[in-house]
Structures are given as C-alpha cells and as structure tokens.
C-alpha cells in the first residue's frame, strides 16, 4: 500500500510537470518563428530594391532613347534642312527658302550670262559641246579662229578634220569634239536646213548634244525656259539641300519643281555664277557669301570674312571674266573681259 502511494505521488508529478513542458515548448515556437520571418524581410527588401532598379533603368531608357531619337533628328536630312525644333525641312519651307536664295542671288549677279562668247544660236550650240571638261574661257579664247573660218553650219560640215583639230587642240579632247561639231553642223544642215531647231526633241538628237547642252541654247538663243545642270549646280544644290539626287536629270526635275517655269533660266545663271566665285567645290567662301543665313552648310569653308576674300574669282575677286566680249551690263558693274589666247588670264 506505501508503494502505491508512492506510485500514486510520482504519476501527479509527472502530470504537474507536463503542462510546464507543454509551455515551454508554446514560448519555444514563436521564437523558432522568427528566422522564417527574418527571411520574409529579407526577400521584401530585396524585392524593393528591384523593383527600384527597374523604375530607374525605366526613367533612364526612355531618356537616353530620346537623346538617341533628337540628335538623328537634327542630323542634316537629305532635301531638308533641320529645324529648331529638330524636325526636317517641310516642303512649303523649302520653296521659300530656295526661292529666296534666288532672289538673293539675283541681287548679286543682276548681270548674270551665259559665260560663252556667241552672235547666233550656231555658235552658241558649238561653244556649249567645246565647253565638256574645259572652262568657258579655254572656249571663248578658241572659238574666233573657228567661227572666223568656218561661220555657218554648210561650212563646217564640209571642214577638214584635221584642220579643226589643230584649232580646237587648247580645248582638250580635241578630236572627240571635232568628230562631235561637224558631226552636228552635218545634223543640222541634213534634218533642219541648216538651221539650229528651237526644239528640245531636236536638239538633242544631233550629235554631242544632250539636255544640258540643249537647255542652254534654248534659254539663251531662243528664250525658252530651261534648267543647266553643270557640275556647279549639282553640287550647289545639294549643298542647300534642295535635293538629294546625283542624277541630272532628276536634278532638274526635283528643282524645277520648286520655281516656276519662267525663273528657271535665270536660276541656272545665278547658281552657275555662285558656284564659280563664291560656293567653290573644295574652299567655299562661307565668310563673304550673301546667302550664308540660308546656307544649311555653312562652316564648310572659310568663315573668316578676310581670309574669305581671298577666295573670290573673276569680277567678284578684281580678276577678269570668262567672255572676250561680255555683254555691257556685266561690264558697267565692273567686270573685265578675258584676254585672248596666249595672254595672261589673271586667274
């Protein structure tokens, strides 16, 4: 009966001590807790800061692509030039400004001509195929001994060949423009009785004869409108970024639509006269040039008004012109003639 009792004592022990365990191991599981949530923090925070980077990489982007999209905005754009706000020349603008350079230029060159020396439609077809690879004052220095010995289009024809090499030899090329004049005088007297047709489809059928050539006697023996694109107003042109075309037909074609039709021979002559004194293929004369405001290109040669100066060809530099018998109105501003063959020419 003691050992029961005894028994009977341990077993309430057991069981007083049993709740006490229970609320150990209760107070034992919130602490236990803890590192998952430390881990919960942990994966929050670095969520946060994620998320973070992202919306900065996000504010970054969409600047530096902005950045990106206005300088190829204010890149020159070929037939446009780039505006304040970045954006291209619209089409409307670019006829204002192409028309007023015109008028610009008219107000520098008022006596602006053809730069080949003629009396007739004859000689002025003929200077204009001599003129290929050569200046117009090599021509205009050649052609009095030519005309002077073979004056109409039946004596040329009938020309020995060889006797008008050796007059056409300071030409160059002498022989292909031999082959070439009486080639066209025969043209001439053969479809058209001896007369210079006043036509763009005839014209150029003759031989040596293409647009460029036709245009030019049209617009000055004949006064009928006409674009010359030499290589002075190609490449003029592009540099006012009136087109983007190499091809001189679809020069003409993309110029000519932004004047009328009456302006377009004078147009040529203005260009053509810019581009030989001022707006030079390898050093513009950007310091002294009218139209620098205009220019999409100025800066690209010399900028310094003085040094500028010393750019300048014929009358516009104090030197001779390109004609041994230039029209009066180019005298009366200043010009000078050329001087014939085998004088100094002063350029």
Known sequence: MKRAAVKKAAVKKAAERKPTVQKAAAKKTPTEKVAPRKTTVAKTAATKKTAAAKTAAAKKTPAKKASVEKAAAEKPQPGGKPQPGGKPESPTALVRRARRINRELGEVYPYAHPELDFENPFQLLVATVLSAQTTDLRVNQTT??????????????????????????????????????????????????????????????????????????????????????????????????????????????????????????????????????????RKPACGVCPIAPLCPAYGEGETDPEKAKKLLKYEKGGFPGQRLKPPQAYLDAGGRPAPPLGAASGT
């Open 144 to 281: 009095p001994a030519l005309f002077a010995k073979y004056p109409t289009p039946e004596d040329l024809a009938a020309a020995n060949p060889e006797e008008v090499e050796e007059i056409l030899r300071p030409c160059g090329f002498f022989r292909a423009k031999t082959k070439s004049v009486i080639g066209l005088s025969k043209g001439l007297v053969d479809q058209f009785g001896g007369e210079v047709p006043g036509r763009l489809e005839d014209l150029v059928k003759l031989p040596g004869v293409g647009r460029k050539t036709a245009f030019v006697v049209l617009g000055n023996a004949f006064g009928r409108p006409g674009i010359t694109v030499d290589t002075h107003f190609q490449r003029l042109v592009r540099r006012w970024r009136w087109t983007a075309e190499t091809d001189p037909d679809k020069i003409e074609a993309a110029v000519g639509a932004l004047f009328p039709k009456s302006d377009w021979t004078d147009l040529s002559h203005h260009v053509i006269w810019h581009g030989r004194r001022m707006c030079h293929a």
